[in-house]
């Protein structure tokens, strides 16, 4: 795919909504495509998460113990390990061909400090989502589904 093609499916995803053109194209730039045949790994629960992938084409199954989610085109997986490393909480597989985009959490870092304007929106769209996740989280509990 294109520089500009990739600059654009970026663009959809909801992290990177608040990223300036130039900073996109660098985050674009960056990254690394991944191929991925039917019934291939990306990870397994557990591994080291020191990145984020965004799908490109194809879908992934994201399996966490009997759960299975599947992972459809313009979808980002692993947007906490942009931040911090930490490890898979789930396994991947491509459920068919896929192409994704490997965002390294150094090359997210160099667009942050890059684009500190950016930074700050990002940091606004992180702390909503962990809001609404405990949000969330504390109505589970509520409700008896989490200890």
Do not use: W
């Not at 520089?3 to 660098?26: G, K, M, N, W």
């Not at 674009?28 to 992938?53: H, I």
């Not at 009997?66 to 597989?93: D, M, Y």
């Not at 491509?94 to 500190?116: C, D, G, I, N, S």
């Amino acid at each position: 795919m294109s520089l500009a093609t990739d600059v654009e499916r970026l663009s959809q995803i909801p992290l990177f909504t608040h990223l300036e053109p130039e900073a996109l194209r660098l985050l674009a730039f960056s990254a690394e495509t991944v191929v991925l045949k039917k019934g291939d790994r990306l990870f397994e629960a557990g591994d080291v998460a020191d990145c984020a992938y965004v799908v490109l084409t194809g879908s992934l199954a994201l399996e966490y113990h009997e759960f299975e989610k599947t992972a459809p085109p313009n979808s980002l997986i692993g947007e906490t390990a942009l931040t911090v490393i930490t490890s898979r909480p789930a396994s991947a597989r491509a459920l068919e061909a896929a192409t994704l985009l490997k965002v390294t959490q150094p090359t997210f870092r160099r667009v942050m400090q890059e684009y500190p304007d950016c930074a700050v929106r990002v940091r606004q769209h992180l702390a909503q989502n962990l809001k609404s996740f405990t949000r969330e989280l504390e109505s589970l509990r509520q409700r008896g589904f989490v200890g």
